[in-house]
């Protein structure tokens, strides 16, 4: 079974970076898009930032400018945050599809302290 691991978390202050990471456990024939989601506590899901498998991104609107999404040819999949707000503190949540299937990531934590 293919999971998808994330790395990256962690904390930081305001106006600071982090880069998180998404990665297929095994080769996965065919990836198409892949995203992030982040919750944040008492809040629902909200998607972050997508990438389709011909490179075409889109960002929510509270991240554009700031988020920068990626994918290598090995589907490694990564999200460059910068400038860093308090409201950016959520569980960040990485997923794949390939075909019909959808696959998730474990979350990791982002803390952006004021």
């Known amino acids: 079974q293919v999971q998808l691991v994330e790395s990256g978390g962690g904390l930081v202050q305001a106006g600071g970076s982090l880069r998180l990471s998404c990665a297929a456990s095994?080769?996965?024939?065919?990836?198409?898009?892949m995203g992030w989601y982040r919750q944040a506590p008492g809040k629902q899901r909200e998607l972050v930032a997508t990438?389709?498998?011909?490179?075409?991104t889109n960002y929510a609107d509270s991240v554009k400018g700031r988020f920068t999404i990626n994918r290598d040819i090995k589907n490694t999949m990564y999200l460059q945050m910068s400038s860093l707000k308090p409201e950016d503190t959520a569980v960040y949540y990485c997923?794949?599809?390939?075909?019909?299937?959808?696959?998730w990531g474990q979350g990791t934590q982002v803390t952006v302290s004021s």
């Open positions: 095994k080769s996965v024939f065919s990836i198409n898009d």
């Open positions: 990438i389709t498998s011909g490179g075409s």
């Open positions: 997923y794949a599809l390939s075909g019909t299937l959808l696959i």
